[in-house]
Structure formats: C-alpha cells, structure tokens
C-alpha cells in the first residue's frame, strides 16, 4: 500500500510556471506507474499524464502535450508535474494516482490516490 501526498499548487498568473510535486509513502515506489489526474469544477476528472516505473515512457493528455512534463525520482520517492505556460482552462484539483498493475497505455486502474492540490490560473 502507498499514501500519496501532493504539494505545490497555488495562484499562477497566466503564461506562469507551476511544479507540482506528490511525495509517496512506503519503499516500493519504484514498482508503481506513476499519474496524475485533474478535475476542474463541475467537471469529471480526466488523466493528464503518466510514467513509467523506470521513466522510460511517459504518456500525456493531448490538452498537455508539450506544456506539461511528467518526472519521477525513485531515490526521493517523489514524481513531478512541470506545468508551463499555464492558462485558466488548466486551472483544476490535481490528483496525483498510483497504480500497481498496467502500464502508462492505459488510462484506468489505477488503485491509489492522493487529496489533491489546487491549481488556479488566472491575472
């Protein structure tokens, strides 16, 4: 089992800069693909972005592409969400997820999440 903790979310002005990070408990980290999710009012939440045990491969949602950068670091136990060049549709909960089995291809299973972290665009 892990608990998943994120951090680093706030108030950006737009075109700013955001590094969410999500801190898990526990020493098997590194056998857990990595995601995380958001979910902006009155909508469902959707995937945002995903890595691999190893960092190998990353797969992101098309809306992020080339915005966002998904990271992790197995010695810290720790996986980043670089968020540049921000707007207000990306404000939202950022969720960060875990999951056991599967791989960064599929968007569903995963089986751990954390509380939540706001992100809030706007000038």
């Known amino acids: 089992q892990v608990q998943l903790a994120e951090s680093g979310g706030g108030l950006v002005q737009p075109g700013g800069s955001l590094r969410l990070s999500c801190a898990a408990s526990?020493?098997?980290?590194?056998?857990?693909?990595m995601g995380w999710f958001r979910q902006a009012p009155g909508k469902e939440r959707e995937f945002v972005a995903a890595?691999?045990?190893?960092?190998?491969?990353?797969s992101y949602a098309d809306s992020v592409k080339g915005q966002f950068t998904i990271s992790r670091d197995n010695a810290k136990n720790t996986v980043y969400l670089q968020m540049n060049s921000l707007r207000p549709e990306d404000s939202a909960v950022y969720y960060c997820?875990?999951?056991?089995?599967?791989?960064?291809?599929?968007?569903?299973?995963?089986?751990?999440w954390g509380q939540g972290t706001q992100v809030t665009v706007s000038s």
């Open positions: 526990g020493r098997t980290f590194s056998s857990y693909v």
């Open positions: 997820a875990a999951k056991t089995l599967g791989t960064v291809d599929s968007r569903s299973g995963y089986n751990y």
């Open positions: 890595i691999s045990r190893n960092s190998g491969r990353t």
